[in-house]
């Protein structure tokens, strides 16, 4: 009967304590790994695309290489568009990087990353429109382009790209940007009327391809309805987009400076050099011969078309070192920061393009109706000193169809007042901004009064050069 009793007790026990690991379990108070069918535990698995979840505290090279990418997959925020109801929008600047592209350089003795440059509406990532923008596209003979746009083809084509060449990915990312401000500008703030012409618009891009196309496909979906006898696109040869004032001896100068600060600092970098002889080893090439091709333009490609890192019979480039190489240049952009050189340079790289944006703005906020929606199509090299200059030190890098607006907004109860808000990937970074952080402390408008913007591009620019104006600070030496 003792014995029984105490059988009875234990079983009891037993079942008490699988009942609490069951119960802990489902709480998630004890890890639990799932094993796939095939008998492997995923966390196992090498993945060249992780998911990133929230924002890490610290550098994290994956997280930042994703957001990068810029995946059109992504749920995007979007604060443009946003001001008190008697407010009216005027006119919108938007100035936007190309979107996703084939590596400019290749990895010496790998294999080229096949991605498909052809358009095909049932290959993610995709877009509704996608189908009706490549018939539309090879429509174009009545467009009016300036000089050798002309012949640059209108959408990508390749099945295996070409060098710098503009993906789908890329395509579709800016049929993103164009839905989204026009559901913005077009449809609820009414910037474009049904009947708007030509003299509404200026359009202006480089002379690659990738620039172009991202610019039509972006105004496919923006434009009330998109028609080639109303597109002039001007050719922009510069990549800072200077115009006639590109000349400035001191811009190259203080670039040539921050050049010997890149180098200073990747030499300092024995984990990233170590990285280099590792790769070149794998490779079969001298590692100064590595370090020329850029191998980080290869491998972001890889990484964001989710292709395994190149391999050969010595080994296979992988994860690791494209963390490090990537951890440098997250650290690069933030010694950028501090040393200001590249503020300096991006000073006077960048003023010719603010001062042709505040001289329109200005001649619209005195009643022209010209210009009103205005898109430049640029590269990284554009984006990033625009970002600097205007002392927005916190922006990322410009990912690919990354996008910096400028609006202008005339207050409707006092009609003579005007002011500008500036989003960088639809947030609002007005107020970080040079010219524009004193006013936050003291507006209850949400927005900066346009004449500190112009006060700060015509004037405030050249203080720290102990100038005032753009021809003097070009040839001064004040440091």
């Known amino acids: 009967m003792l014995f029984r009793n105490r ?11 699988a009942f609490l690991s069951l119960s802990l379990q489902f709480l998630h108070l004890i890890p639990v790994n799932p094993v796939k069918e095939d008998g492997l535990n995923p966390k196992s698995r090498k993945r060249i695309m992780p998911d990133p979840l929230t924002e890490p505290p610290a550098i994290d090279p994956i997280y930042e290489a994703r957001l990068y990418c810029n995946v059109p997959s992504i749920t995007e925020r979007s604060m443009e568009g ?5 407010f009216k929008l005027v006119s919108v600047h938007v100035l936007i990087r190309h979107g996703d592209r084939y590596p400019l350089y290749a990895i010496p003795k790998t294999k080229r990353p096949e991605i498909d440059c052809t358009l095909v509406s049932s290959r993610k990532p995709s877009h509704p429109q996608l189908e009706a923008f490549v018939r539309h596209m090879s429509q174009g003979s009545e467009a009016q382009m300036d000089g050798t746009l ?14 710098g060449e503009l993906t789908q990915t890329g395509v579709v990312q800016h049929l993103h940007n164009g839905q989204l401000l026009r559901e913005i500008y077009i449809k609820k703030h009414k910037l474009l009327s049904s009947d708007w012409t030509a003299k509404h618009l200026y359009l202006e891009t480089t002379g690659k391809s990738r620039t172009l196309q991202s610019g039509l496909a972006l105004l496919y979906t923006f434009l009330p309805d998109f028609d080639w006898k109303k597109i002039n696109i001007k050719h922009q040869w510069s990549t800072i987009f200077c115009s006639g004032s590109c000349d400035c001896p001191m811009r190259n100068h203080y670039l040539e ?28 090439i001298p590692t100064r011969q590595l370090r020329a091709s850029n191998p980080i333009d290869s491998l972001l490609c890889h ?26 240049q997250l650290k690069d952009e933030r010694e950028r920061q501090e040393k200001k050189l590249y503020f300096w340079y991006a000073l006077l790289a960048i003023h010719p393009l603010l001062n042709q944006t505040v001289n329109r703005m200005q001649r ?28 927005i030190t916190e922006a990322r890098f410009p990912r690919f169809a990354a996008r910096l607006v400028f609006e202008l907004w005339q207050d409707g109860k006092k009609p003579r007042e005007h002011f500008i808000r500036i989003l960088y990937n639809g947030f609002d970074v007005t107020f970080q901004t040079l010219f524009c952080r004193e006013h936050n402390m003291h507006s209850s408008k949400p927005m900066c009064p346009l004449e500190k913007f112009v006060h700060f591009v015509k004037r405030g620019m050249f203080s720290v050069f102990n100038s005032t104006n753009y021809y003097d600070a070009c040839r001064r030496r004040p440091f």
């Not at 002309?150 to 060098?163: G, N």
């Not at 400076?257 to 079969?284: C, F, P, W």
């Not at 906020?365 to 205007?390: I, M």
């Open 364 to 391: 619209i906020a005195e009643g022209k109706k010209e210009e009103l929606f205005v898109l430049y199509s640029a590269h990284d090299v554009t984006l990033s000193p625009v970002l600097s200059a205007l002392g």
């Open 303 to 328: 990484f964001c078309h989710n292709v395994s890192f190149p391999c050969t019979k010595n080994g296979c480039i992988d994860i690791e070192h494209f963390k490090v190489i990537k951890t440098h």
């Open 150 to 163: 002309s012949s640059l083809p209108r959408y990508p084509s390749h099945s295996l790209c070409e060098m």
């Open 7 to 17: 059988f009875l007790i234990l079983l009891a026990l037993a079942a008490l304590l």
């Open 257 to 284: 400076e921050e050049q010997r600060r890149q180098y200073s600092l990747r030499v300092k970098n024995s984990h990233l050099e170590r990285t280099y002889v590792d790769m070149a080893k794998i490779v079969g």
């Open 82 to 86: 946003h001001a008190p109801h008697y």
